[in-house]
């Protein structure tokens, strides 16, 4: 599976909200774009897509912008992946119940390889959440922090 910088972006914005509107502030979608390098155009095509999925929600006017509808701990990185990629699979027929054409299928001795593929990739980024990214990167910072002496 192989992600779209599309969808890295919107991962990065959700993460930049996550960081930047805990007490319910919002952040103007200037300070997300600078802030995770993210071409203006490209983000606001993704807010949009986001605020349609009813992830974000925006203010407009003075001290507009945009804020999570939902808690980082409610997010997770597989919602975000599947609402920009569609669904998670390594190949057509690597998803259960969904016919996909092909004429091995049924037969085929790569597909339960595939659906195996799907479903371990799918674990993770179900299982991973906003807050969950949030923390590592707390705990990369922090980390750093300690390697950083001066002689």
């Given at each position: 599976m192989k992600i779209s910088f599309k969808t890295d972006y919107a991962l990065k914005a959700i993460l930049d909200l996550a960081s930047h509107s805990l007490d319910g502030r919002v952040?103007?979608?200037?300070?997300?774009?600078g802030r995770q390098d993210?071409?203006?155009p490209f983000l606001e095509?993704?807010?949009?897509?986001?605020?349609?999925?009813?992830v974000?929600?925006?203010k407009t006017g003075k001290g507009g912008g945009f804020f999570l509808l939902k808690k980082?701990?409610?997010i997770t990185v597989g919602?975000?992946?599947?609402?920009?990629?569609g669904?998670?699979?390594?190949?057509?027929c690597g998803v259960r119940g969904i016919p996909s054409g092909c004429a091995e299928e049924g037969r085929c001795a790569f597909q339960e390889v595939w659906l195996k593929v799907a479903d371990a990739v799918s674990d993770v980024v179900d299982g991973t959440t906003f807050a969950d990214i949030m923390r590592r990167g707390r705990e990369l910072t922090e980390h750093r922090a300690e390697d950083h002496y001066v002689i």
């Open positions: 952040v103007p979608i200037t300070d997300i774009a993210i071409p203006m095509q993704i807010m949009l897509l986001l605020k349609k999925a009813g974000v929600q925006s980082p701990g409610e919602e975000i992946v599947r609402l920009i990629e669904p998670i699979e390594p190949i057509a």
